[in-house]
């Protein structure tokens, strides 16, 4: 059989695999600790598993409603309510999703058309940029300030212009683990308050707030929650990635154009696991305590770390923490995160991986959701050099 050898324009000019299959990649391949990837390698609640399998076995196995089971839009609605004060219709403003990725690559392809301006700060997840090109959006990049990675919102306004449809925000903030205040929103809504910009939220690590912090919703914001699509994660939430598993939440006007895009990009979410959650969610300590959780780890980590030449820069969400090398060594950080690997046996992910045009600040990215085992093999040989 002949191969293609027509001509193909790529649609993604310069994206490659992510850097995060590649790190993985690296560490299996040289018998690394992968601190790389954000994935637990602790066991998912054998509770939440015996609950999928009940459902799998009731013969709860066939499609689900498009917009995700009633009963598990309801605890949706109710875990806000509590978390954050909101009322959401769940009939008509939350839609189950296929993780959160494919939430906010939805919410992209429902809002972004040829021309139109997004605005992502940067270092930014990687998944943002693509989604937006591929729907011939514009990408903006604004800059996290260092040392804390702040947001510069006079920089903000001078890139609002008239094209511009979409603002993502990230917080917790992955890679840098930072998290927005008050004053944040407070600009956000000065700034977008007579427009006609969404807002698209990613509130993934939502419940991975450290330090006594107070996580800002956007859901809890009156006047940005109506122009936003918040995005969360049962994934991240309940140490269990590989089950793509999410949500996204906004008014009904901005949902319904979602639920177009939804339908086409995956109709309908795993049936057995959405049950499972739902049951699960019943009980709130099923998550409230997860900042508490993953502040032990984080602290744990560092105290492993401290007499080692690394710097660690403030985390105060999720379940990463960035490690500056500076004391260490001039290599660039593609280059000595390979180094790492391959000399001292430990993965992590360079932070320049998620500038655009991949500035480099000498900053690691490591991924503490492990195991105390774990955390302290990778430690001892940090410490070693």
Request: net charge neutral; proline share 4%.
């Amino acid at each position: 059989m002949k191969s293609f050898n027509g001509s193909i324009t790529t649609k993604l000019p310069g994206v490659g695999t992510s850097i995060f299959a590649v790190m993985s990649k690296l560490a299996i391949d040289n018998k690394a600790i992968n601190l790389s990837q954000g994935f637990p390698d602790f066991p998912v609640s054998p509770d939440l598993i015996n609950l999928i399998a009940k459902y799998m076995r009731k013969g709860y196995n066939q499609y689900a409603p498009m917009p995700g089971l009633p009963i598990l839009r309801e605890r949706i609605a109710e875990k806000i309510r509590k978390s954050h004060d909101k009322e959401y219709n769940p009939e008509t403003e939350i839609t189950v999703t296929a993780g959160a990725t494919q939430a906010l690559y939805t919410a992209i392809s429902a809002f972004v058309k040829d021309e139109d301006e997004v605005i992502i700060f940067e270092p930014a997840y990687d998944s943002y940029s693509p989604a937006i090109k591929l729907n011939n959006g514009i990408v903006k990049y604004a800059q996290l300030k260092l040392p804390d990675y702040h947001i510069d919102w006079q920089e903000v306004s001078r890139m609002i212009s008239n094209r511009t449809r979409m603002i993502i925000i990230n917080s917790p903030h992955n890679p840098t683990g930072t998290t927005l205040k008050k004053k944040d929103l407070d600009e956000l809504y000065r700034l977008t308050k007579n427009t006609d910009i969404i807002i698209l939220s990613d509130e993934v690590y939502e419940h991975l707030i450290f330090d006594n912090k107070k996580h800002y919703s956007i859901s809890a914001y009156h006047g940005l929650a109506d122009r936003s699509i918040v995005v969360a994660s049962f994934g991240k939430t309940f140490h269990a990635t590989g089950w793509k598993m999410g949500y996204a939440v906004g008014p009904e006007s901005l949902m319904k154009e979602f639920r177009k895009a939804h339908q086409f990009i995956v109709f309908a979410v795993n049936t057995p696991i959405q049950y499972a959650i739902a049951d699960y969610l019943e009980d709130e300590n099923n998550y409230i305590h997860l900042g508490e959780f993953y502040q032990k780890k984080r602290d744990y980590f560092l105290d492993l770390v401290k007499n080692s030449k690394f710097k660690p820069i403030a985390s105060h969400g999720t379940y990463f923490q960035v490690l500056d090398y500076s004391a260490i060594s001039d290599k660039k950080e593609m280059e000595f995160a390979e180094y790492l690997i391959k000399e001292h046996q430990v993965a992590s992910v360079p932070v320049s991986a998620f500038y655009h045009k991949k500035e480099d600040h000498q900053m690691l990215r490591f991924c503490f959701a492990k195991t105390e085992e774990t955390l302290e093999k990778a430690a001892e040989l940090l410490c070693k050099i």
